[in-house]
């Protein structure tokens, strides 16, 4: 997988770039709007990482050019404006998705699992860890070919742990991930624990091969 | 009590005018008595002049010793005086059979030498001015005018001050209907008065001045927060790959943990500055029509799972569906904010929302802890009722703020029945 990773900002860019590398991503860095089209225009990518005030140019523009050569490209827009403006023209002229920064990296690492799987693989797309399936097109999952019944915060709780398995996933991240920016961090340890206990009890109930384990005062993962 | 400026004006004019009419009543009055005894004087001189010189020619007429139809009478005297062409006079009260009343007489007294050179005494009388008639009728006649004056004043006053002071009022009625931060429609006062409109260009400069340093201050809030973005996404996620590092002990994972959180907090404080100074900025524009009862079971749904773990009932009653042209972003962030607040202030048991829907306004009510909040300060920007960690004090802040994006709208708070009460209503 190769992902373009085009941000000014070197200390983001690298941080980011860090935690891509992490997860087995083959990276390339591009710091302003000339050396982003080059690296555009020559190579292909999986997906390409913007943020939208680049130095020589706009990421809008970037994407008008993507479009332009024929690229098919998927692109997460990374932006520091979280306008909504912005996020609705950067959607129309192809964007795949809009992440406003500051964000978490497991919500970045979460969006570009899904977009990539979406490009990459037509018709149904399951994700198998163990002995458990998930099918992210009817949103089903399967434990030992049989299925099993989630409610939709569960699924999404399981979908957000599976594409990162044996990964720490902090808990502030999981609440803002499934339930928004609604809830406040003085109550997502309770919550996300009330929530998470449901899935575990579900997935021993149907004897899954995995476990979502507490890592105290941070977060989950799954094992 | 305070007055307005014309009615300040005419009570002083009023008193003055009083106090003028008064003294010129006085000094008119002593004048016109003045006058009318010299006029009457003379004419009894006159009169003595023409008896005494009829009397030597026709001595019958100092047998004259009544007062008949000619009003004098002349009687022999034996007084022995010095300055016999010295008259007297004096004011006596006689019967006056025309008006059945006595009336006011003048008389003049004086002595003379007869043909046979015996000395006889003259009177002559003649009705004079009745001074209590005369003043009566003078003050009559003053109260009529001063009247007739003030009333004059008062619809002069009335019609100047409202040709002359139109600007005046123009531009208060500017500066009443003014709003800080908002764009001003108004034309420049048209007035000839050089004050006016030197106070009408010296008021929009003022205004001009105060908005364009409360723009800077705008600008500077939101390129802080803006500038604030991206070190604060390098931290967080400098730290978020740091928890991901198996080598470090547990301890540390924590303190990193907790470092991130309050970091975190900062980026949702920052993140609320940044929607504020958004909103402040109209930059949601677009406005459609928004029914708000499919809105707020849409948000409600939102918040169904916390409201569920919270343990808090919530009861929607529709009795009308409430529809306004809004933005339909601002009115999510609006009903979501309203119901965090009605979640995140709910008492821990039994805690209670109720939703009303009427045609012209809905309530979001909710039990809460504690007595009832200062209606005054709840909307004010970091205000805090409580110290609530979770609380970054800009939720309601941004409540009021999208409220008054639209002139048509209006929040109030109260407190009744243990129940903490928002209102949003149509103006």
Same mark, same amino acid.
């Given at each position: 997988?190769?992902?373009?990773?085009?941000?000014?900002?070197?200390?983001?860019?690298?941080?980011?770039?860090?935690?891509?590398?992490?997860?087995?991503?083959?990276?390339?860095?591009? &710091?302003?709007?000339p050396s982003a089209l080059e690296k555009i225009s020559i190579y292909t990518y999986d997906c390409i990482l913007l943020d939208i005030m680049l130095p020589g140019g706009s990421g809008l523009q970037l994407l008008e050019k993507i479009k332009e050569l024929g690229k098919d490209e998927?692109?997460?827009?990374?932006?520091?404006?979280?306008?909504?403006?912005?996020?609705?023209?950067?959607?129309?002229?192809?964007?795949?998705?809009?992440?406003?920064?500051?964000?978490?990296?497991?919500? *970045?690492?979460?969006?570009?699992?899904?977009? $990539?799987?979406?490009?990459?693989?037509?018709?149904?797309?399951?994700?198998?860890?163990?002995?458990?399936?998930?099918?992210?097109?009817?949103?089903?999952?399967?434990?030992?070919?049989?299925?099993?019944?989630?409610?939709?915060?569960? &699924?999404?709780? *399981?979908?957000?742990?599976?594409?990162?398995?044996?990964?720490?996933?902090?808990?502030?991240?999981?609440?803002?991930?499934?339930?928004?920016?609604? $809830?406040?961090?003085?109550?997502?340890?309770? &919550?996300?624990?009330?929530? $998470?206990?449901? *899935?575990?009890?579900? *997935?021993?109930?149907?004897?899954?091969?995995?476990?979502?384990?507490?890592?105290?005062? $941070?977060?989950?993962?799954?094992? | 009590?305070?007055?307005?400026?014309?009615?300040?004006?005419?009570?002083?004019?009023?008193?003055?005018?009083?106090?003028?009419?008064?003294?010129?009543?006085?000094?008119?009055?002593?004048?016109?008595?003045?006058?009318?005894?010299?006029?009457?004087?003379?004419?009894?001189?006159?009169?003595?002049?023409?008896?005494?010189?009829?009397?030597?020619?026709?001595?019958?007429?100092?047998?004259?010793?009544?007062?008949?139809?000619? !009003?004098?009478?002349?009687?022999?005297?034996?007084?022995?005086?010095?300055?016999?062409?010295?008259?007297?006079?004096?004011?006596?009260?006689?019967?006056?059979?025309?008006?059945?009343?006595?009336?006011?007489?003048?008389? @003049? =007294?004086?002595?003379?030498?007869?043909?046979?050179?015996?000395?006889?005494?003259?009177? +002559?009388?003649?009705?004079?001015?009745?001074?209590?008639? @005369?003043?009566?009728?003078?003050?009559?006649?003053?109260?009529? @005018?001063?009247?007739? +004056?003030?009333?004059?004043?008062?619809?002069?006053?009335?019609?100047?001050?409202?040709?002359a002071f139109k600007p005046f009022y123009q531009i208060l009625n500017k500066l009443e209907q003014y709003q800080f931060g908002k764009i001003r429609e108004s034309e420049p006062i048209k007035s000839n008065v050089r004050e006016f409109t030197q106070l009408d260009t010296e008021i929009?400069?003022?205004?001009?001045?105060?908005?364009?340093?409360?723009?800077?201050?705008? @600008?500077?809030?939101?390129?802080?927060?803006?500038?604030? !973005?991206?070190?604060?996404?390098?931290?967080?996620?400098?730290?978020?790959?740091?928890?991901?590092?198996?080598?470090?002990?547990?301890?540390?994972?924590?303190?990193?943990?907790?470092?991130?959180?309050? %970091?975190?907090?900062?980026?949702?404080?920052?993140?609320? %500055?940044?929607? #504020?100074?958004?909103?402040?900025?109209? !930059?949601?524009?677009?406005?459609?029509?928004?029914?708000?009862?499919?809105?707020?079971?849409?948000?409600?749904?939102?918040?169904?799972? #916390?409201?569920?773990?919270?343990?808090?009932?919530?009861?929607?009653?529709?009795?009308?569906?409430?529809?306004?042209?809004?933005?339909?972003?601002?009115?999510?962030? #609006?009903?979501?904010?309203?119901?965090?607040?009605?979640?995140?202030?709910?008492?821990?048991?039994?805690?209670?929302?109720?939703?009303?829907?009427?045609?012209?306004?809905? =309530?979001?009510?909710?039990?809460?802890?504690?007595?009832? #909040?200062?209606?005054?300060?709840?909307?004010?920007?970091?205000?805090?009722?409580?110290?609530?960690?979770?609380?970054?004090?800009?939720?309601?802040?941004?409540?009021?703020?999208?409220?008054?994006?639209?002139?048509?709208?209006?929040?109030?708070?109260?407190?009744?029945?243990?129940?903490?009460?928002?209102?949003?209503?149509?103006?």
């Amino acid at each position: 997988m190769k992902i373009l990773l085009i941000e000014d900002e070197a200390a983001l860019s690298q941080v980011i770039m860090q935690s891509l590398l992490a997860e087995r991503y083959l990276v390339e860095q591009a &710091f302003d709007y000339p050396s982003a089209l080059e690296k555009i225009s020559i190579y292909t990518y999986d997906c390409i990482l913007l943020d939208i005030m680049l130095p020589g140019g706009s990421g809008l523009q970037l994407l008008e050019k993507i479009k332009e050569l024929g690229k098919d490209e998927s692109v997460i827009i990374l932006s520091a404006k979280d306008s909504v403006d912005d996020k609705v023209r950067g959607l129309e002229l192809g964007a795949d998705d809009y992440l406003a920064k500051p964000f978490h990296l497991a919500e *970045l690492h979460a969006r570009i699992k899904s977009i $990539i799987r979406r490009k990459n693989q037509n018709g149904d797309d399951v994700i198998v860890y163990k002995n458990v399936a998930v099918n992210t097109t009817d949103r089903s999952i399967q434990v030992n070919c049989k299925p099993v019944n989630l409610n939709r915060k569960e &699924f999404d709780l *399981l979908y957000y742990f599976i594409i990162r398995p044996t990964k720490l996933i902090q808990k502030n991240s999981l609440a803002e991930s499934i339930w928004g920016d609604h $809830i406040d961090q003085a109550d997502s340890l309770d &919550f996300i624990y009330s929530q $998470i206990k449901n *899935l575990r009890k579900k *997935l021993k109930d149907n004897h899954a091969d995995m476990d979502i384990q507490a890592v105290y005062g $941070i977060g989950y993962k799954l094992i | 009590m305070k007055k307005s400026l014309k009615n300040y004006t005419l009570s002083y004019i009023t008193i003055i005018i009083l106090i003028v009419i008064a003294v010129w009543a006085t000094l008119f009055y002593a004048y016109i008595t003045e006058e009318v005894y010299d006029n009457v004087d003379d004419g009894l001189k006159n009169q003595k002049i023409e008896i005494i010189r009829a009397a030597y020619q026709d001595e019958s007429i100092l047998k004259t010793d009544t007062f008949g139809i000619n !009003q004098f009478k002349i009687t022999k005297s034996n007084v022995k005086i010095k300055h016999i062409e010295k008259s007297t006079f004096r004011n006596e009260l006689i019967y006056m059979p025309y008006d059945e009343d006595m009336e006011p007489y003048r008389i @003049l =007294t004086t002595y003379f030498y007869g043909k046979d050179k015996q000395m006889y005494r003259l009177e +002559i009388r003649t009705s004079t001015v009745e001074e209590d008639e @005369l003043k009566y009728d003078l003050a009559t006649a003053l109260i009529i @005018l001063y009247f007739l +004056i003030i009333i004059s004043i008062f619809l002069l006053n009335t019609w100047v001050f409202y040709r002359a002071f139109k600007p005046f009022y123009q531009i208060l009625n500017k500066l009443e209907q003014y709003q800080f931060g908002k764009i001003r429609e108004s034309e420049p006062i048209k007035s000839n008065v050089r004050e006016f409109t030197q106070l009408d260009t010296e008021i929009d400069k003022m205004l001009d001045r105060n908005e364009k340093i409360f723009k800077q201050q705008k @600008l500077f809030i939101e390129n802080a927060s803006h500038e604030l !973005q991206t070190p604060l996404a390098i931290s967080t996620n400098k730290l978020e790959l740091l928890l991901e590092d198996e080598e470090l002990a547990e301890h540390h994972l924590i303190t990193i943990s907790e470092t991130k959180e309050s %970091l975190e907090r900062m980026i949702k404080l920052n993140k609320a %500055l940044l929607m #504020l100074s958004r909103i402040e900025n109209n !930059q949601f524009e677009a406005i459609e029509k928004i029914n708000f009862n499919s809105l707020i079971f849409e948000v409600c749904e939102e918040f169904a799972d #916390l409201i569920e773990f919270k343990g808090i009932k919530i009861k929607i009653n529709e009795h009308g569906t409430f529809t306004i042209d809004f933005n339909v972003d601002l009115a999510k962030i #609006l009903l979501s904010n309203l119901l965090r607040n009605a979640i995140n202030y709910n008492k821990s048991l039994d805690g209670l929302i109720e939703i009303k829907i009427d045609q012209h306004h809905f =309530t979001i009510a909710n039990t809460g802890k504690g007595r009832g #909040l200062s209606a005054d300060h709840i909307f004010d920007r970091f205000h805090k009722e409580t110290s609530a960690v979770n609380s970054n004090g800009l939720g309601l802040s941004i409540v009021k703020t999208i409220i008054e994006t639209n002139k048509n709208l209006k929040i109030n708070y109260s407190y009744s029945d243990s129940f903490h009460i928002f209102k949003i209503q149509k103006l």
